[in-house]
Nanobody, 116 residues
Framework: QVQLVESGGGLVQPGGSLRLSCAASGKFFSIYIMDWFRQAPGKGREWVASITRGGTANYVDSVKGRFAISRDNALNTVYLQMNSLKPEDTAIYYC??????????WGQGTQVTVSS
């Protein structure tokens, strides 16, 4: 089992920045990829970014150049640095971990609101 706890969400003005954190506990050694997803009001859940155990990162086109995903293996934590935020980035952001046995674990989500 892996437990995930997100933090770092909040209210920010357009153009501002936030850093989300996802702290993992449990069988973290079994995790090979971690992702951030988001779900805006009235919309489906959207994949935002991922990072492998080796550090390879990928992003959805809408956040490329603005968001950066990183991980600290010593702390079992994944981060999402979000810069130049736009109102359309408003959503609940979720952290997901996928194990080598293809089991997926989800956090409870953290709200990000971009508004003036």
């Amino acid at each position: 089992q892996v437990q995930l706890v997100e933090s770092g969400g909040g209210l920010v003005q357009p153009g501002g920045s936030l850093r989300l954190s996802c702290a993992a506990s449990g069988k973290f050694f079994s995790i090979y990829i971690m992702d951030w997803f988001r779900q805006a009001p009235g919309k489906g859940r959207e994949w935002v970014a991922s990072i492998t155990r080796g550090g390879t990162a990928n992003y959805v086109d809408s956040v490329k150049g603005r968001f950066a995903i990183s991980r600290d293996n010593a702390l079992n934590t994944v981060y999402l640095q979000m810069n130049s935020l736009k109102p359309e980035d408003t959503a609940i952001y979720y952290c997901r971990a996928a194990s080598t046995e293809n089991v997926h674990y989800w956090g409870q989500g953290t709200q990000v609101t971009v508004s003036s």
